[in-house]
């Protein structure tokens, strides 16, 4: 029997419930996951690799067929090393899903075999993005309820050793 493997990439910058949403539910549905770890992104990042790599590992162990692997080139190059042709988004809005589109269709281009699987991000989660818990955070906001407990703890230790 062939093992359906997916990657989900990103830049996880911290692993919110959001993703965490997503991971849970397309591990029902493929037998393997690769969560793969941006190691450089056009947005300030505010842990490093090492750091998001170990918040989704500790997010994430309680699932049995995940890996975590970081990527620093294409992800278009690095799905065909890993000869995995499944790549995993969600979709929170009409915005996510203009830029999607094109991202998916541009690795496409690239790889014609890579096909995109979206999953809609469920009802509670649609609001979070990454991003936006770092700022309501950085301004003293709870955002407990949408990150797990580990990936809160290092948000607010994070944030203190950037004030200091
Ligand atoms: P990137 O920088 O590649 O967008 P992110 O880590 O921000 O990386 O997001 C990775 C993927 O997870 C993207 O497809 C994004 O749309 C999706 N995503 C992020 N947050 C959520 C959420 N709350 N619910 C569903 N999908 C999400």
């Known amino acids: 029997m062939q093992i359906r493997k997916a990657i989900y990439p990103g830049t996880f910058d911290p692993i919110t419930l959001g993703h965490l949403d997503i991971i849970t539910r397309a591990s029902k549905i493929f037998d393997f996951i690769i969560i793969a770890i941006a190691n450089k992104s056009?947005?300030?990042?505010?842990?490093?690799t090492d750091e998001r790599i170990?918040?989704?590992?500790?997010?994430?162990?309680?699932?049995?067929?995940?890996?975590?692997?970081?990527?620093?080139?294409?992800?278009?190059?690095?799905?065909?090393?890993?000869k995995v042709n499944i790549l995993i988004r969600g979709l929170r809005t009409v915005t996510d899903f203009e830029y999607e589109k094109k991202l998916s269709q541009m690795n496409k281009y690239l790889v014609p075999l890579l096909e995109n699987i979206f999953f809609i991000a469920s009802?509670?989660?649609?609001?979070?993005?990454?991003?936006?818990?770092?700022?309501?955070?950085?301004?003293?906001?709870?955002?407990?309820?949408?990150?797990?407990?580990?990936?809160?703890?290092?948000?607010?230790?994070?944030?203190?050793?950037?004030?200091?």
């Open 54 to 82: 170990y918040l989704a590992r500790i997010a994430t162990k309680h699932l049995p067929n995940i890996k975590i692997i970081e990527f620093n080139n294409l992800i278009s190059h690095f799905a065909k090393k890993q």
């Open 42 to 48: 056009r947005k300030a990042l505010l842990f490093t």
């Open 123 to 164: 009802k509670d989660y649609s609001f979070v993005s990454s991003s936006l818990v770092k700022e309501v955070a950085y301004y003293g906001g709870d955002v407990s309820n949408l990150l797990p407990i580990s990936v809160n703890e290092a948000l607010i230790t994070k944030l203190k050793i950037k004030q200091l």
